[in-house]
Every structure is written in structure tokens, then in C-alpha cells.
């Protein structure tokens, strides 16, 4: 049986503080943070905000119901908490009501170059130029490998990934992403870049009209990966902008900043093996090692040398999963199934040590 929405998602991740408070990732190197997907930069923070306002949302009101202070929004040296900007999207969405909230905001978004990661994608020559050293250095700006480039026989593929620590990724942010990217793409080309075709990793939720305004193209969804296919022609156009010797002094200053940041992809490749094993209760060290090919102890040492413990990063991934999953008013077997639980005891303390436990079993039948 399942039951009607629950009263979930503000009250729950509220309870979690407003800086990470799990056995921290990097945090004693005295590197700039954002191991594990933890924290975002200011500017990419500045520009929800500035989006959601210019949709007439009280945005002063929205950080003060999730317990953010909004100069860690907008102040664009900073680095504030992926969760905190998390539960800040989704207190945008419940005052809101509006189920394609990424979209409205992407639309309400104006670029602008106020971020070294834009400058050096619209300084540089071509299409594929730019977006190439973007992705090289985009942890200067996002939480983590976040747009990467995937294979395909005849056309270009610029995935959207999920890079979550314990508040799953939304729609509307993977939404909002794409969108973002494909304006900022227009705008360095003068409004000649095109999108071949869009995948959606999420199911169809209504209105295709709006996407296929939002993108000017095919939109699908349901795919295996969230992606954009860019023709050949897309991929080499020029830039409006482009100045190489700008470009070559932008990626030196960017090479010296990003050295200086912890990016973990290690911990990212083992939380994502991990959340494949889960469901199917293989997600132990013996199981997760084995299917990186390396022994159970040259994993712990290499998470030990990252300042972390494969304990920490398995309940970082079910927690995830737990939210998630109640998020989506699934069943009790569902949850923990997905969870990887097999004992209701086991799954009923971990509903109360993560203050979940107002969905205990019985709730949830």
C-alpha cells in the first residue's frame, strides 16, 4: 500500500547542519574543499539565486527557511555546501509549485561571464575548444567531473552527471544545468550553436512543448545517461570572443587554482561502485574492490590516503538512497531493497540515526 505525499523533504533535510558534519573528506589539508560533490562555487550558487528571483521568488525567505545565510549564495569566492544549495532548490519548489522549476529558471538565467571556468570556454576558438578546457578545470566551479564527454560513431556527447554527496541531485537542477550549458554555448557563438538532440536520464514528467522551446530540439526520456549530442558542425564553430592569447593566460591562472583543489575522483569512482552494488548486496569492500580490480587493502589504503574509510563513504551512499527513495513515496521493500537492507531492524535504526525515523516500517507498508 502505498500512501499519499509525504511531508518530507524541508523538514527532513533540515535536520542536517548546515556544513557537512560526516567524517570529513579532505578537509584537514587546508585545500579547498569539494571532495565527495560537497560544495559548489559561489558564482554557480550567485546565479540560482539571481535566477529564482528574477521568477519573483522571496529567495531572502527561502535561505532563511533552510537555514542558509544568502552571502554564501552570492559571494563568489566562496564555496558553500552542494546540500545546503540542495535543500535551497527544493524550498524553491514547494513555494513555487511549478513541476519544471529547472526550466524556468534556466529561461530566467541571463549568461554572463563572471566566472574564470565561462571565460575560458568563451575566449577560446572553437566550440569543442572551449567546452575541452572547461571540463579540464570545471572543479574550479562545480562540485565535482559534473559535464564530462562520452563516445559516439557520428556526433559529439556531453554527459550530465550526478555527482551527490547525502541529498540526492533533482531533476530540475539536471534540468537546469542543460539548459544553462546550451545558453551559454549560444551566447559565445553568437546564437549559432545547436543541439543535435537531448537525453533525460529521468522520466517524461509533462509539457514537451516546453522542453523543445527550452532546447530547440528532440527531447528524450528514460535514456541510460543524461546527454547532449552536438553535431560536428555544432562542435567546431567559432566564438564570438575567442582570443587565444586571453585563452592561454586564462588556462595558466586556471592550472595554478586547480591544483590547489582536493578533487577525489577516486572517492567519486568508489561511491558509484558502490551505489551499483548496493541493490543487488555486493556492495562490501571484498565485492567493490574486486570490481575495480584492486585488493580490499590497496582500497582502504588509497581512501586512507584520501582522509576517508570506505565505511564512511557506504553510509554516505545509502543515506542518499534512503532519501531518495522516500522522496519518491516508494515502498518499505523498495527502499530497502535499493538500499541494499535485508533486516527491518537493521533499516529501522538507520531511519532514526539519520532522523528519518517519522517513516518507520509501519509508515511505510
Known amino acids: 500500500m502505498r500512501h499519499g505525499p509525504r511531508q518530507f523533504t524541508l523538514e527532513a533535510c533540515n535536520s542536517?547542519?548546515?556544513?557537512?558534519?560526516?567524517?570529513?573528506?579532505?578537509?584537514?589539508?587546508?585545500?579547498?574543499?569539494?571532495?565527495?560533490?560537497?560544495?559548489?562555487?559561489?558564482?554557480?550558487?550567485?546565479?540560482?539565486?539571481?535566477?529564482?528571483?528574477?521568477?519573483?521568488?522571496?529567495?531572502?525567505?527561502?535561505?532563511?527557511?533552510?537555514?542558509?545565510?544568502i552571502t554564501s549564495f552570492t559571494d563568489t569566492n566562496g564555496r558553500p555546501p552542494r546540500d545546503v544549495l540542495g535543500r535551497f532548490w527544493r524550498?524553491?519548489?514547494?513555494?513555487?509549485?511549478?513541476?519544471?522549476?529547472?526550466?524556468?529558471?534556466?529561461?530566467?538565467?541571463?549568461?554572463?561571464?563572471?566566472?574564470?571556468v565561462v571565460l575560458l570556454l568563451t575566449s577560446?576558438?572553437?566550440?569543442?575548444?572551449?567546452?575541452?578546457?572547461?571540463?579540464?578545470?570545471?572543479?574550479?566551479m562545480s562540485h565535482?567531473?559534473?559535464?564530462?564527454?562520452?563516445?559516439?560513431?557520428?556526433?559529439?556527447?556531453?554527459?550530465?552527471?550526478?555527482?551527490?554527496?547525502?541529498?540526492?541531485?533533482?531533476?530540475?537542477?539536471?534540468?537546469?544545468?542543460?539548459?544553462?550549458?546550451?545558453?551559454?554555448?549560444?551566447?559565445?557563438?553568437?546564437?549559432?550553436?545547436?543541439?543535435?538532440?537531448?537525453?533525460?536520464?529521468?522520466?517524461?514528467?509533462?509539457?514537451?512543448?516546453?522542453?523543445?522551446?527550452?532546447?530547440?530540439?528532440?527531447?528524450?526520456?528514460?535514456?541510460?545517461?543524461?546527454?547532449?549530442?552536438?553535431?560536428?558542425?555544432?562542435?567546431?564553430?567559432p566564438l564570438a570572443h575567442g582570443n587565444q592569447a586571453l585563452h592561454g593566460q586564462l588556462r595558466g591562472v586556471a592550472s595554478g587554482l586547480h591544483a590547489a583543489i582536493e578533487s577525489h575522483h577516486f572517492i567519486d569512482t568508489v561511491r558509484d561502485r558502490i551505489k551499483i552494488l548496493m541493490p543487488r548486496g555486493g556492495a562490501s569492500i571484498e565485492g567493490v574492490a574486486s570490481a575495480l580490480y584492486m585488493t580490499p587493502r590497496t582500497l582502504q589504503r588509497r581512501l586512507h590516503e584520501d582522509d576517508t574509510t570506505f565505511r564512511v563513504l557506504v553510509d554516505s551512499v545509502r543515506k542518499s538512497i534512503l532519501i531518495q527513495c522516500l522522496e519518491r513515496n516508494q515502498t518499505r521493500d523498495e527502499i530497502m531493497r535499493h538500499a541494499g537492507y535485508t533486516n527491518r531492524r537493521s533499516f529501522r535504526r538507520a531511519l532514526k540515526r539519520w532522523n528519518l525515523d517519522d517513516f518507520d516500517d509501519e509508515s511505510l507498508s
Open 16 to 69: 542536517f547542519a548546515l556544513v557537512d558534519r560526516s567524517a570529513a573528506v579532505g578537509d584537514s589539508t587546508g585545500k579547498t574543499n569539494v571532495s565527495n560533490g560537497i560544495r559548489v562555487s559561489g558564482a554557480w550558487a550567485r546565479g540560482v539565486v539571481h535566477s529564482f528571483r528574477a521568477l519573483g521568488l522571496d529567495v531572502e525567505a527561502l535561505c532563511e527557511e533552510v537555514g542558509a545565510d
Open 144 to 237: 565535482g567531473r559534473v559535464i564530462t564527454f562520452g563516445e559516439h560513431p557520428e556526433h559529439h556527447v556531453i554527459h550530465v552527471n550526478k555527482i551527490e554527496h547525502e541529498l540526492p541531485i533533482t531533476a530540475h537542477e539536471i534540468e537546469f544545468l542543460a539548459v544553462f550549458l546550451m545558453k551559454l554555448l549560444c551566447f559565445a557563438t553568437d546564437g549559432a550553436f545547436k543541439v543535435r538532440e537531448v537525453h533525460f536520464e529521468h522520466p517524461y514528467r509533462g509539457d514537451i512543448q516546453k522542453y523543445t522551446r527550452a532546447f530547440g530540439c528532440s527531447v528524450r526520456f528514460g535514456e541510460e545517461k543524461t546527454a547532449m549530442l552536438v553535431d560536428n558542425e555544432a562542435w567546431a564553430l
Open 91 to 116: 524550498a524553491a519548489l514547494a513555494k513555487s509549485g511549478d513541476r519544471h522549476l529547472g526550466l524556468s529558471a534556466a529561461e530566467a538565467w541571463e549568461p554572463r561571464a563572471d566566472h574564470l
Open 124 to 140: 577560446a576558438t572553437t566550440v569543442g575548444e572551449g567546452l575541452e578546457a572547461g571540463v579540464r578545470y570545471q572543479e574550479l
